[in-house]
């Protein structure tokens, strides 16, 4: 995995994000994949179940804001810094993405650390 596999991954889940399309969401994930929504909450798992959650907490296009950079990549990991404002919420999110991807360039793991940033007025 490299720094372009990272990129192109996070770009396809940005369009899935927008489109909460449920072939788009499942083709970011491997059939066993574990999607991580928050420290201390059990995982989505399974292709089917991460669509499941996703749909389930879906957020509407045009409700949010994205930005990105990659941090890092080593070995199969990519570890992606995000930045996510919701103009309806008092505060924007400061994350950390692990993404673990495989040789088809499919998501096994992902991992989102989450902090909540109050605004400034």
Not at 18 to 41: K, M, Q, V, W
Not at 67 to 87: K, L, N, Q, T
Request: proline residues 4%; hydrophobic residues 35%; aromatic residues 16%.
């Amino acid at each position: 995995m490299d720094r372009a596999d990272v990129e192109a991954w996070v770009d396809r889940y940005v369009r899935a994000w927008e489109s909460n399309d449920p072939a788009e969401i499942g083709d970011l994930f491997t059939e066993d994949a574990r999607y991580f929504t928050a420290p201390h909450r059990e995982p989505w798992t399974g292709r089917e179940g991460i669509i499941e959650g996703w749909l389930g907490r879906k957020d509407e296009p045009g409700s949010w804001s994205f930005r990105w950079e990659i941090r890092a990549v080593c070995e199969d990991f990519g570890f992606v810094r995000c930045w996510i404002s919701y103009p309806q919420e008092e505060h924007d999110y400061s994350s950390l993405w692990e993404i673990a991807l495989d040789d088809e360039g499919r998501c096994s793991e992902f991992v989102e650390w989450f902090m909540e940033i109050k605004r400034k007025t």
